[in-house]
């Protein structure tokens, strides 16, 4: 498969915003290229390394670059235009690879990530378990749905090991890879409902995940279909859920908030990420109309999650 290399040019100070964007077209799995963040790393780490190339520590601007893939099909091509779209005036680079350069990319980068309990470990490692409760969530990192290395994921997948309960019946909204509809199989939920307006991409993505993982594959439903519009969408979706989770922006998060409130029993949980500082009030804001009660948030370097109760 042929896939298209994009690179979109912006500052050190805008790569979380130019992110934000991308994951309103559907894109969050992205590389994040900063010469300054580099440095400044070296910099603060200095006396732990033996040698740093002094070239390095040189930064003769403030350009950073924010990479992704979509392949070189039509589903690839609309991603591509809806991001050109948000993150216009930038300049943008695009250039082609193949399915074998975009792989061994990915092995080179992607190792086993600890989230609390969880560890998110692709396809291609041996991983051993560290503690006896550990939770081993394998994925297939080929897709630009989420591998779980943002800071967006990381902090949902530490609220659905919190929150979640065995037994309960969740609704992954905008599942992507279903990252979080699988990791909360794997801590007991008893029935997950994914559902993500890619009824290609992100369905494969979750199905194959899924399959890596020692799951029950009859308590997994995956859908496509826009919830929050269409109201087929939400009757097929049904109602009486223990938690609706969604890792997405705020731009989506807050449409959903009433939305989440008909899917939830009294008392049931909205689990949500994506939210960068700045859009913080507005989510905070669209909860309370909802009649959602906010009962924790957590920052992760300008991006938040925040878990809310239906009428506690």
């Given at each position: 498969m042929e896939w298209i290399k994009v690179s979109v040019e912006t500052t050190s100070n805008e790569t979380e915003t130019v992110t934000a964007?991308?994951?309103?077209?559907?894109?969050?799995?992205?590389?994040?290229?900063?010469?300054?963040?580099?440095?400044?790393?070296?910099?603060?780490?200095?006396?732990?390394w033996d040698y740093a190339?002094?070239?390095?520590?040189?930064?003769?601007?403030?350009?950073?670059?924010?990479?992704?893939?979509?392949?070189?099909?039509?589903?690839?091509?609309?991603l591509l235009a809806q991001a050109k779209n948000l993150v216009a005036p930038r300049s943008i680079n695009i250039e082609q690879t193949n399915d074998e350069t975009w792989l061994n990319e990915w092995k080179k980068h992607f190792k086993p990530i600890r989230v609390?309990?969880?560890v998110i470990v692709p396809e291609w490692e041996e991983y051993i378990k560290e503690n006896d409760s550990d939770i081993i969530f394998t994925?297939?990192?080929?897709?630009?749905?989420?591998?779980?290395?943002?800071?967006?994921?990381?902090?949902?997948?530490?609220?659905v090991e919190k929150w979640i309960k065995p037994g309960d019946k969740i609704?992954?909204?905008?599942?992507?890879?279903?990252?979080?509809?699988?990791?909360?199989?794997?801590v007991g939920a008893n029935h997950v409902y994914a559902i993500d307006i890619d009824p290609a991409g992100a369905i494969a993505a979750t199905k194959r995940n899924a399959e890596l993982n020692p799951v029950d594959l009859s308590k997994l439903v995956i859908q496509a279909g826009d919830i929050i519009s269409d109201a087929k969408a939400r009757n097929d979706a049904g109602n009486g859920y223990d938690v609706v989770v969604a890792n997405i922006v705020a731009d989506v998060?807050?449409?959903?908030?009433?939305?989440?409130?008909?899917?939830?029993?009294?008392?049931?949980?909205?689990?949500t990420s994506g939210?960068?500082?700045e859009r913080?009030?507005?989510?905070?804001?669209?909860?309370t109309q909802a009649g959602i009660i906010v009962l924790e948030t957590k920052n992760m370097e300008g991006w938040n999650s925040v878990v809310g109760s239906a009428n506690a």
């Open positions: 964007l991308l994951m309103q077209a559907g894109i969050t799995g992205v590389e994040i290229i900063d010469a300054t963040e580099r440095a400044a790393f070296l910099e603060s780490t200095k006396r732990t190339e002094e070239s390095l520590l040189i930064v003769d601007s403030d350009k950073a670059y924010v990479v992704f893939y979509v392949t070189k099909d039509n589903n690839g091509t609309e609390g309990n969880v994925i297939d990192p080929g897709t630009a749905f989420g591998t779980g290395q943002h800071q967006t994921t990381k902090l949902c997948v530490s609220a609704i992954d909204v905008g599942c992507g890879s279903g990252i979080l509809s699988i990791i909360s199989l794997l998060i807050i449409p959903l908030a009433p939305v989440a409130m008909q899917l939830l029993k009294p008392g049931g949980l909205f689990v939210i960068i500082d913080l009030d507005d989510v905070y804001n669209a909860f």
